[in-house]
């Protein structure tokens, strides 16, 4: 719905490109309606994702043992 604000702004101010926006805006807000939204992953108890390499490693670590960064 942004992107089709903004069009509509564009087009209200006279730029030959607002069409775009606009055109784009309405595609997304179809697609969105028919595409389902992603699942959420959660780790297991006693688990947390790395930040970096989002593999699962104990709560407790201070580096992780796949990458070896610091959490």
Same mark, same amino acid.
């Given at each position: @719905?942004?992107?089709?604000?903004?069009?509509?702004?564009? /087009?209200? /101010?006279?730029?030959?490109?607002? #069409?775009?926006?606009?055109?784009?805006?309405?595609? @997304? /807000?179809?697609? %969105?309606?028919?595409?389902?939204?992603?699942?959420? +992953?959660?780790?297991?108890?006693?688990?947390?994702?790395?930040? #970096?390499? #989002?593999?699962?490693?104990?709560?407790? +670590? %201070?580096?992780?043992?796949?990458?070896?960064?610091?959490?």
């Amino acid at each position: @719905m942004v992107v089709f604000v903004f069009g509509l702004f564009l /087009a209200l /101010a006279g730029l030959p490109f607002s #069409y775009i926006f606009l055109f784009s805006g309405i595609i @997304m /807000a179809v697609v %969105g309606l028919f595409v389902k939204s992603s699942v959420t +992953v959660e780790p297991e108890q006693g688990k947390k994702f790395c930040w #970096y390499c #989002y593999r699962e490693i104990p709560v407790d +670590v %201070g580096i992780c043992p796949h990458c070896k960064l610091k959490q």
